[in-house]
């Protein structure tokens, strides 16, 4: 799997995704649209943006690395510092560009462009859908055709010239009222079977987003749970993470073990947090008063 597969793969299921010491994918969600112009209607997207300011490592991306090649997260960071190397080598002469995502490049003051690709959509919900154009409805030629039509009879009153044309503008108005109608609803009845055929397809899971990416998860629970976790330690002694919980919680933090990690080794946390943006926030005042190897782990506990 390339380094460009781990990054599409998150960003359908995480609204931000850092590559540490580069910057950071943020995206944001776009309703649809209507083009007025050229009558062309675009599904709901998520429009991809690119920060460098977002730098510090979250554990998302190393993560995910370190669990689809089964290495270890140190591993997983030292293969992220060298792709980063290189970006930053080949951005001196070239544009990166990273697959079905975008591309970078540096303009002439050095700062990062980021151009997204037009293509890709990371909006789960409306996965398949895809742009649909219809033609306009020509109202006023059909009232101008009226206007300009002449009495069957020749030698009839001005007066019944008039009601003639009238009543043939609003029976060719109405038609065109009544197509436009049936075009809307064509349209409608259009996006309804794509956004089934898409729930369809969420709920049998019969689209993959990558392997190894696991299954999306999209019912809804009563509580949110609290999935984001900030990482104190992981001990080979069940003693030391009992030490350093209590060490811990002695200074007030929510402290709990969570449980082993794949290589035995017992987790300790800081504190677990229901929403991604406020672990992220905690995470950097832990490691700016506490310690700077603190790091977050997203993890579903049973």
């Known amino acids: 799997m390339t380094?460009?597969?781990?990054?599409?793969?998150l960003l359908y299921r995480y609204d931000c995704v850092i590559i540490p010491g580069f910057g950071g994918f943020v995206t944001n969600a776009i309703?649809?649209?209507?083009?007025?112009?050229?009558?062309?209607?675009?599904?709901?997207?998520?429009?991809?943006?690119?920060?460098?300011?977002?730098?510090?490592n979250d554990g998302l991306l190393a993560n995910y690395i370190a669990s689809s090649e089964n290495i270890s997260f140190e591993k997983a960071s030292e293969k992220i510092n060298e792709v980063v190397q290189?970006?930053?080598?080949?951005?001196?002469?070239e544009a990166v560009v990273i697959d079905k995502v975008g591309s970078l490049s540096l303009n002439k003051e050095n700062q990062l462009i980021?151009?997204?690709?037009?293509?890709?959509?990371?909006?789960?919900?409306?996965?398949?859908?895809?742009?649909?154009?219809?033609?306009?409805?020509?109202?006023l030629e059909y009232q101008q055709q009226a206007t300009k039509l002449t009495p069957v009879v020749a030698k009839k009153s001005s007066s019944s010239f008039i009601k003639y044309a009238a009543v043939a503008a609003i029976f060719l108005t109405v038609g065109a009222i009544g197509w436009y109608s049936v075009q809307t609803n064509?349209?409608?009845?259009?996006?309804?079977k794509q956004q089934l055929n898409v729930e369809k397809k969420i709920q049998s899971a019969t689209f993959v987003i990558g392997?190894?990416?696991?299954?999306?998860?999209?019912?809804?629970?009563?509580?949110?749970?609290?999935?984001?976790?900030?990482?104190?330690?992981?001990?080979?002694?069940?003693?030391?993470?009992?030490?350093?919980?209590?060490?811990?919680?002695?200074?007030?933090?929510?402290a709990e073990i969570i449980g082993k990690n794949k290589w035995g080794l017992?987790?300790?946390?800081?504190?677990?947090?229901?929403?991604?943006?406020?672990?992220?926030?905690?995470?950097?005042?832990?490691?700016?008063?506490?310690?700077e190897d603190a790091w977050m782990l997203i993890k579903k506990l049973h």
């Not at 380094?3 to 793969?9: K, L, M």
């Not at 009563?222 to 003693?239: L, S």
């Open 3 to 9: 380094f460009a597969s781990y990054i599409n793969d």
């Open 31 to 56: 309703s649809a649209k209507v083009n007025h112009f050229s009558h062309t209607f675009y599904p709901p997207t998520k429009q991809i943006t690119f920060n460098s300011h977002l730098k510090n």
């Open 86 to 93: 290189t970006w930053n080598s080949q951005l001196k002469t």
């Open 114 to 139: 980021f151009e997204p690709n037009s293509e890709s959509n990371y909006l789960i919900e409306t996965f398949g859908m895809s742009v649909l154009s219809s033609p306009a409805v020509k109202r």
């Open 186 to 192: 064509q349209l409608k009845e259009q996006y309804a």
């Open 211 to 254: 392997d190894p990416l696991p299954t999306i998860q999209l019912n809804v629970a009563k509580e949110t749970p609290k999935n984001f976790h900030i990482i104190a330690g992981a001990f080979k002694f069940p003693e030391n993470a009992e030490k350093k919980l209590r060490q811990l919680k002695s200074k007030g933090f929510k």
């Open 266 to 291: 017992t987790q300790v946390t800081y504190s677990s947090f229901k929403t991604r943006a406020e672990a992220y926030k905690n995470l950097e005042k832990i490691r700016d008063i506490y310690s």
